[in-house]
């Protein structure tokens, strides 16, 4: 509707103009519209029917561009990679812990990994590209040094930065001729291009005038991301607590506060009940005590129904990492990376920052 419209002078289409919409836009209004934008896997997924989520098949209309300005770059899903590599930098700014070499393995291995799952039902879809990949981590400054901004600890947001004119989803056009770029089962490939095409985007500034919110109103913003994010998240989750026994959990980490209420939930471990895990993740600042027991309730309700599977998972030592990647993957709200609508029923399972105890305001230590 909004492509109908002109906002900037306040004109929006009305009844009278249903005749000319239709007739431009109704392969929209299909019954079966929503099988070129979803597939029958992600809207399977229990995840999906509890949270809204955004097509796995190509773009929504007109959301890989800034609000208003289409470029009518055609159908596909400009935004998978650069959202992806979006998330991948926010997280391991959030989580420098891990070395940045470690964190693209890993993104790249999810990646590879989910998009094959996707082409098994839908061979059309565009197969994994690695220079596709790193182009898009390098455009989202993957590694660069420097302390964490505030900006990242907030939730991703991606949609709403691209409304903004924040990204360029067509950025790789500056750097790639379009038959070097869309070669894949290749390794990383150098660009062909010396990078000097202008963008035709602009970031609109701030405060942007709402665009944000229009952004998120229009179904640009997800509730839980997709399954690359999600997939990327589990197994960087499980790679913090790789060799990290039970008492040395540090509760000031997400990773560590979930695998000790997954712990609690399985009793394993001496002390590990769910009184001492509510008591140290308050005593690690990271929860109001007033909201600390709802917040471990509700995730042993997430847990529950693998508990109820306990004996596939006899050796629970060993097996732990991969029951708690299991657990993430199918329930990606535990990552809280993304901002529930505000008619969301869900449980909220954020946290807040967490303070060095003997650092000033400007010392702000936080963790994922």
């Given at each position: ?30 019954e079966n519209a929503w099988r070129k934008y979803y597939s029958s896997a ?219 209420v997954m712990c609690s939930a399985f009793d394993v471990g001496k002390g ?97």
């Amino acid at each position: 509707m909004y492509r109908s419209s002109d906002q900037g002078d306040g004109e929006f289409a009305s009844a009278d103009d249903f005749d000319r919409f239709y007739a431009e836009y109704h392969e929209l209004l299909d019954e079966n519209a929503w099988r070129k934008y979803y597939s029958s896997a992600l809207l399977a997924q229990p995840t999906s029917a509890r949270f809204y989520r955004l097509p796995d098949l190509q773009d929504l209309p007109d959301s890989s561009d800034p609000l208003a300005q289409p470029r009518q770059k055609g159908n596909g899903h400009l935004t998978k990679l650069p959202r992806w590599a979006h998330n991948v930098a926010r997280t391991h700014r959030r989580q420098p812990s891990l070395p940045v070499e470690t964190i693209t393995q890993i993104a790249l291995t999810t990646l590879e990994q989910t998009i094959a799952r996707l082409r098994k039902n839908h061979p059309s879809f565009q197969p994994y590209s690695e220079t596709q990949a790193r182009f898009w981590l390098k455009y989202m400054n993957i590694g660069c040094p420097g302390k964490p901004s505030r900006e990242v600890w907030n939730h991703n947001e991606f949609g709403i930065s691209v409304a903004q004119g924040r990204f360029d989803m067509c950025a790789w056009e500056a750097y790639y001729s379009r038959e070097r770029w869309e070669t894949v089962n290749m390794p990383f490939l150098e660009p062909d291009l010396d990078g000097t095409r202008e963008s035709e985007v602009s970031w609109c500034g701030w405060p942007d005038g709402g665009v944000g919110e229009q952004a998120r109103s229009r179904g640009w913003e997800p509730e839980v991301g997709s399954e690359e994010e999600v997939a990327f998240l589990a197994a960087v989750e499980v790679k913090e607590t790789e060799g990290v026994g039970i008492k040395d959990l540090d509760y000031g980490i997400r990773s560590h506060i979930l695998l000790g209420v997954m712990c609690s939930a399985f009793d394993v471990g001496k002390g590990q009940q769910v009184e001492e895990v509510e008591r140290r993740l308050i005593a690690a600042g990271r929860i109001d005590e007033s909201r600390a027991e709802q917040w471990i309730r509700e995730a042993l309700m997430v847990m529950e129904s693998y508990l109820r599977k306990k004996d596939e998972w006899s050796d629970f030592e060993e097996n732990r990492g991969e029951l708690l990647r299991q657990i993430l993957v199918e329930n990606g709200q535990l990552l809280a990376r993304w901002k529930l609508s505000d008619f969301s029923k869900e449980f909220d399972f954020e946290l807040q920052s967490r303070k060095q105890s003997q650092g000033t305001v400007s010392e702000l230590y936080f963790k994922s």
